[in-house]
């Protein structure tokens, strides 16, 4: 007979212990009826706890440039494929990176990401990015993550000599189901990406997105794919059926398996950074805070294409579940500063 209490420890035991976890124990943790979500939480939160205590590490996004990309992802409003009504414009002026920079700072952000459209920059944008990372790394005590889509070695190297502390790169989903989302570049071209961060020593973040009709064994895949590389970061995206994407809505996804999946990623790399990211809002629903348990980081003012929570609202739960912020920032004075904040309106998601 199955004894649901001894694998919650012997989760636990081997996660803190860096051991694999047995495939079957993972079908287990996304499948397996007999599970009890708030024990799965509690075993997750112990490993959590030992890597990264009670601190939720924020990271606001900068979408440097919108649109006018040759790949053709299905998941993704930018890309040539879709037909989404998305504001489209070239990269912004330094001054403009610079400022949101500056608000990212004192918005609470211990790190500050530029996203770039595009599969690979050319040699003049990584000249151009190395003077960007040096700037902002002289005037705000910002940890920062560039992604600029697939890059060389050598670039990697120029990337990290100019400071960057992260290079991001999503695996987005399963090699076994990378081609039917696109085309344009495979698996491996990101593989490589990541590879060539790490060869000179650069941290990687790379991410994926559950919900386009992958299956638990994908999802394991995934997330043992990160592992083997040893991902410094993984930021786990709930797919947002925006219209106009050529990839439909392949079904919903309930709070209680998105939770799961949270789980399961803490589980097979412990000591990875496991971020709340995109259709968290939307797909955790008032399940969202519980995703702290197995999480340690989160995006704060939305995301590339759609917009998050208000920022007081993701503060406060933060605070009201007895967690505190990784980084310079005193929560109590970051929301006492958002309350006051009169152009605060109710929430939504939108284009």
């Not at 035991?13 to 509690?42: F, M, V, Y």
């Not at 920062?144 to 990337?159: F, K, N």
């Not at 999503?170 to 990541?194: A, G, V």
Request: aromatic residues 6%; proline residues 4%.
């Amino acid at each position: 007979m199955f004894n649901t209490d001894i694998f919650y420890v012997k989760l636990t035991k081997s996660a803190k212990a860096g051991l694999p976890q047995n495939r079957r124990h993972c079908i287990r943790i996304l499948t397996g009826r007999n599970i009890e979500l708030l024990k799965l939480l509690d075993a997750a939160y112990t490993v959590r706890r030992t890597y990264f205590g009670n601190r939720v590490t924020v990271h606001i996004l900068n979408n440097v440039q919108n649109g006018h990309c040759p790949e053709d992802c299905h998941y993704c409003a930018q890309s040539q494929s879709s037909k989404a009504k998305i504001e489209t414009y070239p990269m912004k002026s330094d001054a403009e990176i610079l400022a949101e920079a500056k608000a990212a700072h004192a918005n609470g952000a211990f790190r500050y990401c530029m996203v770039f459209a595009g599969k690979k920059p050319s040699e003049e944008r990584i000249r151009h990015l190395t003077g960007l990372i040096r700037k902002i790394k002289s005037l705000y005590p910002l940890e920062v993550c560039v992604s600029p889509g697939v890059i060389t070695r050598e670039q990697a190297r120029t990337l990290k000599q100019a400071g960057l502390d992260r290079l991001n790169h999503n695996i987005n989903t399963s090699r076994n189901l990378y081609r039917r989302i696109c085309t344009s570049h495979t698996y491996e071209d990101r593989l490589q990406t990541l590879k060539n961060a790490h060869a000179v020593g650069l941290p990687v973040c790379s991410g994926v997105i559950i919900g386009m009709g992958e299956t638990a064994e994908d999802i394991i895949d995934m997330a043992l794919a990160l592992r083997e590389i040893k991902a410094e970061s993984i930021p786990v995206n709930f797919f947002i059926p925006i219209p106009g994407l050529k990839l439909k809505n392949p079904g919903a996804l309930t709070p209680e398996y998105c939770l799961r999946v949270l789980c399961l990623f803490r589980f097979l790399n412990p000591k990875a950074e496991i971020r709340i990211a995109a259709g968290r809002e939307i797909h955790l629903r008032d399940m969202e805070v519980l995703a702290l348990y197995p999480a340690n980081s989160l995006f704060l003012d939305g995301y590339l294409n759609t917009k998050g929570e208000a920022r007081l609202k993701t503060l406060t739960m933060i605070r009201d579940a007895g967690f505190a912020l990784a980084g310079e920032h005193d929560l109590n004075g970051l929301i006492e500063k958002e309350s006051g904040n009169k152009k605060i309106t109710k929430s939504q998601i939108f284009l």
